[in-house]
Antibody, heavy 117, light 108 residues
Framework: EVQLVQSGAEVKRPGESLKISCEAS????????IGWVRQMPGKGLEWVGV??????DTTYSPSFEGQVTISVDWSSTSLHWNSLKPSDSGIYYC????????????WGPGTLVTVSS | EIVLTQSPGTLSLSPGDRATLSCRAS???????LAWYQQRPGQGPRLLLY???SRATGIPARFRGSGSGTDFTLTIDRLEPEDFAVYFC?????????FGQGTRVEIK
């Protein structure tokens, strides 16, 4: 089955680090991009950035550049924070993007991140 | 950054009605780079349409997309109970990719 499986919900304190993951299965992982999208409680979708699994080439939204790091390994991608802020709270979705069709055609179920003192 | 503005914010309709959702871009977009997503309560988004009017795998024909330039429309013919959800448009012509703020289609 073609799917993206995301790591579980996290509750963290401000200033802590965090890495959440997105594992792909059922397709040739290296031939696609994986993007990350944030949804704050009750709000819309925000594009965080995207990484090409074939060569780790990464593009970030200016709103998130320097705040998070996207990485890739054998069959998964990760989103990493060095120092969390309460404003980082939200649901983070990973989603697959093709090399020629740049929409997100497959989405993960999301990871809820809560940052609170 | 291309800003997408969706209207209306909320659409109150009955099953069997037609829904017409608008997405307006702050600058011209090639229709090749406009998608629509559906998000049901408690779920992640799923792709409905890409390249303005191409339906994703498994999406029924009652979902239709149209438009060009700066004005795009998602039409849902004969609303089914499972269609009551939030709909987002997205442009992927320019970086950063951006989404509209969403239109909620609720049961009247």
């Amino acid at each position: 089955e073609v799917q993206l499986v995301q790591s579980g919900a996290e509750v963290k304190r401000p200033g802590e680090s965090l890495k959440i993951s997105c594992e792909a299965s059922g397709y040739n992982f290296r031939n696609y991009f994986i993007g990350w999208v944030r949804q704050m409680p009750g709000k819309g979708l925000e594009w965080v950035g995207v990484i090409y699994a074939g060569d780790s080439d990464t593009t970030y939204s200016p709103s998130f550049e320097g705040q998070v790091t996207i990485s890739v390994d054998w069959s998964s991608t990760s989103l990493h924070w060095n120092s969390l802020k309460p404003s980082d709270s939200g649901i983070y979705y990973c989603a697959r993007q093709g090399r020629t069709n740049w929409h997100f055609d497959l989405w993960g179920p999301g990871t809820l991140v809560t940052v609170s003192s | 950054e291309i800003v997408l503005t969706q209207s209306p914010g909320t659409l109150s309709l009955s099953p069997g009605d037609r829904a017409t959702l608008s997405c307006r871009a702050s600058q011209r977009i090639s229709g090749v780079y406009l998608a629509w997503y559906q998000q049901r309560p408690g779920q992640g988004p799923r792709l409905l349409l890409y390249s303005t009017s191409s339906r994703a795998t498994g999406i029924p024909a009652r979902f239709r997309g149209s438009g060009s330039g700066t004005d795009f429309t998602l039409t849902i013919d004969r609303l089914e109970p499972e269609d009551f959800a939030v709909y987002f448009c997205q442009q992927y012509e320019d970086s950063p990719r951006t989404f509209g703020q969403g239109t909620r289609v609720e049961i009247k």
